[in-house]
């Protein structure tokens, strides 16, 4: 079920009434996780039992993590819920992309891997849900939560349906609390979520579904467009995965604010970045933290020197570009970030980067942020090449007809529109930036003015949603 579709708002009106109606916090949550498995079932059926072995397995394996108190046997029972959430991820994702990537090297000595590849659908959102449910056996072995003796409430953890399918990847630790009380969301709350549904399905529709087809026009023909046109397609590419993904994250805590849930900010002005380690603070929030918390501080993070670090750093950041896709393109992403990082690591010799904002005191200063943002959004950029193209044919492709540098004649209509998109999201940004709120739409000191901005987003999304196909959000894939 897309959150830019008529049917969810459909799924949203029914689910709403009934979730206020009901008094206790049992029947509360009963409700909500029938709701959330309706939703995930909405694609496919078949694929709520997979939710259904990850809620159990990691909710009896937590339980007897948190009594055993020999450390090999709780060795064995976290090896088992890797095993058990893992494994399903590497059969349903990454089973026939390894078998595909070794047939070359079979076939030189007379082998066949053919007949272990599977005809599967890859189900939506598995990635999401099996760091997030991985998440609470690994934070009960660290000792760091104690484990939740009602599975209503961890299977509700586990499948609640506003980040379900592409998250943000919450931590036990934040959610599972939330959701062991009575859910009662606040007059301010339904506020909040109703700016930012509203806003999130603007950014989605209007920047990032526009500009998507744009894109998809210019990748799969790429035969037919100039240098130019290419990189114009690659800035759209940005506009696109950025408006998607945040449309998505502000739809999905916008939904559980009305549900009197609170999840984590995903985003934060990512492209208003002025280095790459300050982009990864601000990019796919709960997945940075999550690889950083989990895997990174798990093969040794800087404690083992220097170099480690560095192995370290890469390691993560190619599991990571791997996590979004069974695709080398996806790890050459994530090996480009891990360049980045590492190299900016060694820039600064030790020096810890600091969460204060820009400084736009002086021209100076405004001019060099200015500057360093520049910077850092050009290096995101050439990565995302390798984000958006399907086939190692396609970057070569795009690579070769960039090198020779045309110019057709719609160079400039290409490049009028990418810079359109580009200032609208810069300024939505900004408007976010320098409120440090992303429902600043509240405080507008006249009611009806929000009311009329809200209800112009609203319809101006809907026009466009009566007239095309709604696309799906490109993180559903992973």
């Not at 820009?358 to 910077?375: C, N, P, R, V, W």
């Amino acid at each position: 079920m897309l959150f830019n579709s008529f049917i969810f708002f459909i799924f949203l009106g029914l689910v709403l009434p009934v979730f206020y109606a009901l008094r206790s916090k049992e029947s509360k949550n009963i409700f909500l996780l029938l709701a959330s498995y309706f939703f995930y079932g909405y694609w496919d059926w078949r694929f709520c039992s997979l939710l259904a072995i990850s809620t159990f397995v990691d909710f009896f394996i937590g339980k007897n993590l948190h009594k055993q108190t020999d450390e090999k046997a709780r060795k064995r029972l976290l090896l088992l819920s890797l095993f058990s959430n893992l494994g399903i991820l590497a059969v349903f994702k990454y089973l026939n992309f390894f078998v595909e990537s070794f047939q070359s090297v079979a076939s030189q000595f007379g082998g066949e891997l053919d007949f272990l590849h599977l005809n599967i659908i890859l189900p939506v959102g598995i990635s999401f849900y099996t760091f997030q449910t991985l998440s609470y056996t690994l934070d009960i072995y660290r000792r760091r939560i104690e484990p939740t003796n009602n599975i209503i409430d961890f299977a509700l953890f586990v499948a609640f349906f506003p980040q379900l399918v592409a998250g943000p990847i919450e931590r036990a630790a934040a959610l599972l609390p939330e959701l062991s009380k009575k859910l009662s969301p606040s007059k301010d709350q339904i506020r909040q979520g109703i700016v930012l549904i509203i806003t999130g399905l603007f950014r989605k529709v209007l920047l990032g579904d526009t500009a998507g087809r744009y894109v998809d026009n210019i990748f799969e023909n790429m035969e037919a467009y100039t240098s130019v046109e290419l990189l114009c397609g690659l800035v759209l590419f940005s506009v696109q995965i950025y408006a998607d993904f945040s449309g998505y994250s502000r739809i999905a805590r916008g939904t559980s604010k009305l549900l009197g849930v609170e999840l984590m900010k995903n985003f934060e002005q990512p492209y208003l970045s002025r280095n790459i380690t300050e982009f990864w603070r601000r990019w796919h929030i709960s997945l940075s933290s999550w690889l950083k918390d989990y895997l990174y501080i798990s093969l040794g993070g800087n404690r083992k020197g220097e170099n480690r670090t560095y192995i370290n750093l890469m390691l993560t950041m190619l599991l990571g570009g791997l996590w979004h896709g069974a695709s080398w393109n996806f790890v050459i992403w994530g090996g480009l970030h891990g360049i980045y990082l590492a190299l900016h690591k060694l820039a600064l010799r030790g020096k810890k980067i600091g969460r204060e904002k820009a400084d736009f005191s002086t021209i100076a200063s405004g001019l060099s942020s200015i500057g360093q943002m520049l910077l850092t959004y050009i290096l995101v950029l050439f990565t995302w090449l390798f984000f958006r193209s399907t086939s190692w044919e396609m970057t070569t492709e795009f690579f070769s007809v960039v090198s020779q540098w045309t110019v057709g004649d719609y160079a400039g209509k290409f490049i009028t529109i990418s810079l359109v998109y580009a200032f609208v999201t810069i300024l939505l940004d900004i408007l976010e930036y320098s409120s440090d709120s992303h429902t600043y739409l509240l405080k507008v000191k006249s009611p009806g003015a929000i009311i009329g901005i809200l209800l112009a987003l609203l319809g101006v999304s809907f026009i466009y949603m009566f007239q095309a196909d709604p696309l799906p959000f490109i993180y559903f894939q992973f």
